[in-house]
Structure formats: structure tokens, C-alpha cells
């Protein structure tokens, strides 16, 4: 993964070009057609520096025959190229469709686990969590070294199946250990993704002739343009299954006082609600989403194309001749890169503000504000504008730049936060609900997309070790508000919503002056370095 800077001072391979293949250019005929070859277009003949007529003629001549080639292969791309564009293409929208089956199965479960499983799928998550951090430092760089990223992705998703597979006895000794499955699978999962999704968007952009980071954003957006939906499917299963015979409690002034931002999670709201779901209906949806957490890894395992099947894309990685304890620190080292340790809060924040939604928002303010049952209604209004954000922001970041595109993720967060802290839900006010729920999906939108992308092109060469780190970080985010959500009250958590979102803000503009200055320190042979050898002036 002389050069041509893109945007924010990020050097651009697919404007890569070596100057000797140049050399001859435009003396005869059969070299300007090897040189048009070369490049897959038309050459440009005000840079012929040869003033005979002859020469000009085959040049005129030469320029024709590419002009008449191109009716045929567009733009300069032959036809191999173009149905190895086409490929990308297809893999990119199966991979998404199976993320969809996939996450449709496991956050609608997730979604469901303190209100069905009270603790115990509490406990379960944050397990399956701290499984994610441990696998995330061990397995992915291990794993897609030995299986590659295909089988790596159809093999780690089977570890999905197991988990809600436990919901339909669910107990500490079946949900526990099929978390942990799960944790442990779910980091190489997603690094595989991430490094598919990067390295055929490198190869597409130098098909195209485009800018590596616009393509790779672009592709990072149609996949969470599909993912996000996973949130409008799950919970309208979810809730037209618990619709079947559910009644709106009744909400007295006294049961409104203690939520939204005075809620603490031991008060006792259930007043008129079920303390849990009928048995028919567990096994319903537990039944629907196991058929399609399988139907998941079969889709991949069938018809997803491994990365050597397209040209040009290095299928090896940098760790090709490690051992596993040279894998580990090549992970741990990654820390160590300047950029990894600004971008880190930011991460964590991806995790925290995704779990207070779920956990809290769902709890605090619309459970306890309109009852169990409109949790699904609401979230498919999230899920909607998740996926809005999806299509609208990857765009918007090719129109006028990733930094404006953060700070309206980093404004809308702030001004919902600062909301949830003064608004008292209210039954009379159901608008209100799906407004703010509806924003945070535009948010999260925004950090789901350009967060994954932001990666992939900071860490050029390192993605299977940068986005083992991604997982760490939005891992730990996930841990640190399952584990306050049953042990501290609202204003708590929106004080740690706060912190990591004004923390992690500050620490991507802080690596988009860096860039936009070209400050990032390298050692005479090119390579980045470590924060530790910056501070110590060792390098």
C-alpha cells in the first residue's frame, strides 16, 4: 500500500510512477504503444519532445488506434481489468450481505440480554468482550497467516452460532463459555474484513486510476451501508415477535422521576411489565437467528473470491515468517506507533457510545420512559439513520474532506449528550424518543465508516496489526460501559461519554495536523518511529 498527495498530505500509490519507464517515450511508434500499454491510456503528445514529422505522424496515428480501442475498454481499462473491477465489486456486496445475516442474529440478542437474562447476560457480554481484547493481542495476525481472510471470516462466524445457540438454555455455564467462543472469534473476523476490504480497494483504485483512501472510504461505506441495516431487521423481528399479546404499561409521575437522567440501574421500573418473555417466544427468535448466523458462514465459504485471485494484491503478509510469540509483540508494537496512541481514545469512544445506546438509552430512557416494548421501534429508527449516514457521509468525505465529516459526528454526539442530561422523558413527548435516537444513528454512522477507513490509511502495510488494534480499543469501549451499566447511575456515564468523546476528538485533529505539516518522524530508512525512540531522541 515521484508521488502525488492526496488529502491530508497521504501519499497516493496508485500516481506511483517509476521515471524509467519513460525514458524513449514518444521516438517511435512501437514504443509509444508499449507505453500506452503500460499506463492503459491515450499518450498525451504535448509531452513528445520530438519535432520530426515522421514522429508526429505515428504519434497522430497511435492516438487514433487508442481512441478506437477505447469504444471498446473504456478509460483505458482492458478487459481483464474491468471484470476484475466487476469482482471487487461483487465480493465487497456478498461480504457486506453476510455481515448482515450475521449481526441481524447477534445484536438482536445482544440488545435483548439485560432485559431476558437480567445479570447473567450481562455478565455474558462483558466476558465475550474481555475475550475480544485477549484475542485481539494473539489470534488475528496468527490466524488469517495460516487460513487467509476468506476462511478466516467463515470460520470465526461459526463461533456466533454458538452463543445464540446457548439462548435457548441459557445459564452461566452455557452462556459464559460460548462468549468467550465468541470473543475469541470476532477479532480475527473483523481484522480479515478489514484487511479484504483494504486491499481490494488498493487494487480497485489502481484499476481505476483513483485516489487509494477515497476508494477504500468508499468501500468501508458500502459495507456499513448494509451492516448498519442489521439494526432495522434484528429489531423488526424482535419486536413483532414480543408484540403478540404485549400491553402498554400504565407510567405514573412517580415512575417518570427516576428516569432519563436520574435513572440508576437498581431502581425497580418493571412495574407493568413481564420480568421476562414467554418460553414460545425465546425459542422463536432464538431459532430465526441461528438459521441465520449459519446461513452467514455458509454464504462466505461459498462464494466470497480469496485475494489471489486478483492481481497485483500481496496475499502475504509481514509477519509471513514470524513465530507466534514474534506475531504477539509485532501487535504489542504496534502501540507504539505515534499515531495508533492519538487515534486509541477515538476508538474507545466507537465502543462506549455504542453500548450506552443499547444498554442505557434503551434502559434509562425509553423502557422507562414508554415500556419493554417500543425498545425495537426505536432502535429500527436508529438502525434507519445509521444507514442513511452510511450512503450520505462516504460522499460527503470525497466533496470536502474527512475533518469536517468527524466534527459533525463529534457536534451531533455532543449536542445529543447534552440533551439526555436536561430532557425528562415523558409518554407525551414519543417524538422526542426517536429524534435522538435518530441522531445518534447519523453519528455513529460517521465513526462506524470513517473510523475503519481512517485506519486503513494511517496504517498502510500494517492492517492486519492496526486493525487487531481497532478491535482492542472498541473492545475496551464496549467493557468499560457494560461494566458501569449495572453499577453506576446516568450522570456518570454521560461524564465518560464526555471525556472519550472531547479526548478522542482532539487526538484525530491532532494526527491531521501532523500530516497536513508533515511532522511524522522516520528513520533514514523510511519507516515510521516509535513514540518511545521520539521522546527519547534514540532513533
Not at 461524564?495 to 497536513?516: C, N, Q
Request: net charge neutral.
Amino acid at each position: 500500500m515521484a508521488i502525488s498527495k492526496g488529502e491530508g498530505g497521504l501519499a497516493n500509490p496508485a500516481f506511483v510512477q517509476d521515471d524509467s519507464s519513460s525514458e524513449g517515450v514518444g521516438s517511435t511508434p512501437e514504443s509509444l504503444r508499449e507505453h500506452k500499454a503500460s499506463l492503459g491510456g491515450i499518450p498525451n503528445p504535448a509531452f513528445n519532445k520530438d519535432s520530426t514529422s515522421q514522429d508526429s505522424r505515428s504519434l497522430k496515428s497511435s492516438i487514433k488506434d487508442a481512441r478506437k480501442e477505447s469504444r471498446t475498454v473504456p478509460k483505458g481499462i482492458t478487459q481483464d481489468e474491468k471484470v476484475e473491477k466487476l469482482s471487487i465489486l461483487k465480493n465487497i456486496v456478498i461480504i457486506s450481505v453476510a455481515f448482515i445475516f450475521l449481526f441481524t442474529a447477534y445484536n438482536s440478542m445482544a440488545n435483548l440480554q439485560s432485559s431476558i437474562n437480567k445479570e447473567m447476560g450481562t455478565a455474558a457480554l462483558s466476558t465475550l468482550y474481555g475475550a475480544l481484547v485477549v484475542s485481539c493481542c494473539f489470534v488475528p495476525s496468527w490466524l488469517i497467516k495460516r487460513l487467509k481472510e476468506k476462511h478466516t471470516l467463515s470460520l470465526c462466524m461459526l463461533g456466533y452460532t454458538s452463543y445464540i445457540a446457548a439462548q435457548f438454555y441459557p445459564q452461566y455455564y452455557t452462556l459464559i463459555p460460548t462468549a468467550i467462543l465468541l470473543g475469541i472469534g470476532a477479532a480475527p473476523m473483523w481484522s480479515s474484513k478489514c484487511t479484504y476490504l483494504t486491499k481490494v480497494g488498493t487494487r480497485y483504485a489502481h484499476i481505476v486510476g483513483e485516489n487509494p483512501e477515497v476508494i477504500i472510504t468508499r468501500f468501508f461505506g458500502i459495507f456499513f451501508l448494509f451492516f448498519q441495516s442489521t439494526q432495522v431487521w434484528g429489531n423488526l423481528i424482535t419486536s413483532t415477535v414480543l408484540s403478540v399479546g404485549a400491553e402498554d404499561p400504565a407510567k405514573s409521575e412517580e415512575d417518570l422521576k427516576i428516569c432519563g437522567y436520574e435513572f440508576c440501574p437498581w431502581y425497580n421500573v418493571s412495574a407493568g411489565n413481564s420480568t421476562g418473555i414467554p418460553q414460545w417466544q425465546m425459542y422463536t427468535m432464538s431459532s430465526i437467528y441461528l438459521v441465520f448466523a449459519l446461513l452467514a458462514s455458509l454464504i462466505i465459504f461459498l462464494f466470497v473470491d480469496p485475494l489471489t485471485k486478483f492481481e497485483n494484491i500481496d496475499t502475504k503478509t509481514s509477519n509471513e515468517e514470524r513465530t507466534g510469540l514474534q506475531l504477539l509483540l509485532a501487535t504489542f508494537n504496534h502501540m507504539r506507533h505515534p499515531y495508533q496512541l492519538l487515534i486509541f481514545p477515538l476508538t474507545i469512544w466507537s465502543g462506549v457510545e455504542q453500548a450506552f445506546l443499547s444498554a442505557d438509552f434503551t434502559a434509562a430512557y425509553v423502557s422507562c420512559g414508554l415500556g419493554v416494548h417500543m425498545v425495537g421501534y426505536v432502535l429500527i429508527c436508529y438502525g434507519i439513520c445509521d444507514v442513511i449516514g452510511s450512503i450520505s457521509f462516504t460522499p460527503l468525505v470525497k466533496s470536502v474532506g474527512r475533518i469536517p465529516v468527524f466534527l459533525l459526528g463529534f457536534s451531533i454526539n455532543l449536542s445529543v449528550v447534552i440533551t439526555l442530561m436536561y430532557w425528562m422523558p415523558n409518554p407525551d413527548q414519543v417524538p422526542v424518543f426517536f429524534v435522538l435516537a435518530g441522531l445518534w444513528g447519523f453519528a455513529d454512522a460517521i465513526w462506524q465508516t470513517q473510523i475503519n477507513a481512517f485506519y486503513g490509511v494511517i496504517f498502510p502495510g500494517e492492517s492486519e496489526a492496526a486493525f487487531s488494534n481497532y478491535r482492542l480499543w472498541e473492545s475496551l469501549g464496549f467493557i468499560i460501559a457494560y461494566a458501569c451499566s449495572t453499577v453506576t447511575c446516568i450522570p456518570d456515564k454521560i461524564v465518560t461519554l464526555l471525556v472519550f468523546l472531547s479526548v478522542g476528538i482532539t487526538g484525530y485533529l491532532t494526527i491531521e495536523v501532523i500530516e497536513k505539516t508533515g511532522r511524522l518522524k522516520r528513520d533514514g530508512e523510511g519507516k515510521v518511529v516509535p513514540v518511545d525512540k521520539v521522546i527519547t531522541g534514540r532513533y
